[in-house]
């Protein structure tokens, strides 16, 4: 089946550096890929739609210039946590659709904590 | 907007049946989704369910639809330990492509 990496899958930072965090579908092209963020004990919620080719779309509320998102490739998105605080910590989720399906795969996530 | 409702926790005894409930606000939700997150980890998609459709089996899972109360639930027959975890339903208007809107989810506690 379909699988979706993250990496890293934890990182631990000092406020005010930058961190990258790597979606990649292993086994089939990903025009689109969606970024999610959820803090404990709570739901997802979406922060922006990666496209491949053209800029990213931001959910409302969600700070493009602090949250970089890049989707390189058909198989990689890149989101970027810009000059991170402690509020940033949170668990970060890819999730990519296989073309046609009618689901999404998702990542195991990336757990940032900000010191 | 959309608005995805889930009762916080559950807890059952091993063997029972469970039963998650979700309610959401959007009609034109054509896709339902339900997932389970274990500790520390990614989402894994049990099931998924057609707007049009009133019911879906699969194994011990059964997800039943009423589309006029906007209503959801996830049935588990012969619930076991492994079951326990937090359980997301989720909305979408379209297929995998489009983007999701996830309950607040329920945490389900299966004892012994």
């Known amino acids: 089946g379909a699988v979706v990496s993250q990496h890293p899958s934890w990182v631990i930072c000092k406020s005010g550096t930058s961190v990258k965090i790597e979606c990649r579908s292993l086994d089939f092209q990903a025009t689109t890929m969606f970024w999610y963020r959820q803090f404990p004990k709570q739901s997802l919620m979406l922060m922006a739609t990666?496209?491949?080719?053209?800029?990213?779309?931001?959910e409302q509320g969600v700070e493009k210039d602090k949250f970089l998102i890049n989707h390189a490739s058909l198989t990689l998105s890149t989101l970027t946590v810009t000059s991170a605080h402690p509020e940033d910590s949170s668990f970060y989720i890819c999730?990519?659709?296989?073309?046609?399906?009618?689901?999404?795969?998702f990542g195991p996530g990336t757990r940032l904590t900000v010191l | 907007g959309e608005d995805v409702e889930q009762s916080l926790f559950l807890s059952v005894r091993e063997g029972d049946s469970s039963v998650i409930n979700c309610t959401y606000t959007?009609?034109?939700?054509?896709?339902l989704y339900w997932y389970k997150q274990e500790p520390g980890a990614g989402l894994q998609l049990l099931t998924y369910i057609f707007s049009n459709m009133d019911m879906k089996q699969d194994q011990r899972l059964t997800v039943l639809l009423n589309k006029k109360d906007k209503h959801l639930s996830l049935r588990i027959a012969d619930t076991q330990t492994g079951d326990s975890a937090i359980y997301f339903c989720?909305?979408?208007?379209?297929?995998?492509?489009?983007?999701?809107?996830f309950g607040t989810g329920t945490q389900l506690k299966v004892e012994l």
């Open positions: 990666s496209n491949e080719g053209s800029k990213a779309t931001y």
């Open positions: 999730s990519a659709p296989r073309q046609n399906s009618d689901t999404q795969y």
């Open positions: 959007d009609s034109s939700s054509t896709y």
């Open positions: 989720a909305e979408s208007m379209g297929g995998g492509g489009n983007k999701l809107t």
